[in-house]
Nanobody, 124 residues
Framework: QVHVEESGGGLVQAGGSLRLSCAASGRTFRSYATGWFRQAPGKEREFVAAISWSGDNTDIADSVKGRFTISRDNAKNMVYLQMNSLKPEDTAVYYC?????????????????WGQGTQVTVSS
C-alpha cells in the first residue's frame, strides 16, 4: 500500500510554467505505475500523463503533448509533472494516482491510490 500527496500547484499567468510533485510513501513505490489526472469544475477527471514503474515508458494526453512532461525518481519516491506554456484551459485540480502495475493507464478507475489534489490556476 502507498500514500501519495501532491504539491506544487498555484496561480500562474498564461505562458508560464509549474512543476507538480507527487510524493509517495512505502518501500514498494518503485513497483507502482503512476498517473497525473486533472479535474476542472463541472467536468469529469481526465487523463494528463502516466509513467511506468521504471520510468522507461510514458504516455501523454494529446491536449498537453509538447507542453507537459512526466518523470519519476524512485530513489526519492517522487513523480513530477513539468508543465510549460500553460493555458487558461489547463486550470484544474491535479491529482496523482498510483497502481501496482508495470504500466500506467489513461483510465481513472485503474488506479488504486489517490492524493488530495493540488490546484492549478492559469490566468489569461
Amino acid at each position: 500500500q502507498v500514500h501519495v500527496e501532491e504539491s506544487g500547484g498555484g496561480l500562474v499567468q498564461a505562458g508560464g510554467s509549474l512543476r507538480l510533485s507527487c510524493a509517495a510513501s512505502g518501500r514498494t513505490f518503485r513497483s507502482y505505475a503512476t498517473g497525473w489526472f486533472r479535474q476542472a469544475p463541472g467536468k469529469e477527471r481526465e487523463f494528463v500523463a502516466a509513467i511506468s514503474w521504471s520510468g522507461d515508458n510514458t504516455d501523454i494526453a494529446d491536449s498537453v503533448k509538447g507542453r507537459f512532461t512526466i518523470s519519476r525518481d524512485n530513489a526519492k519516491n517522487m513523480v513530477y509533472l513539468q508543465m510549460n506554456s500553460l493555458k487558461p484551459e489547463d486550470t484544474a485540480v491535479y491529482y496523482c494516482g498510483a497502481r501496482p502495475m508495470v504500466h500506467g493507464s489513461i483510465i481513472v478507475h485503474k488506479y488504486d491510490y489517490w492524493g488530495q489534489g493540488t490546484q492549478v490556476t492559469v490566468s489569461s
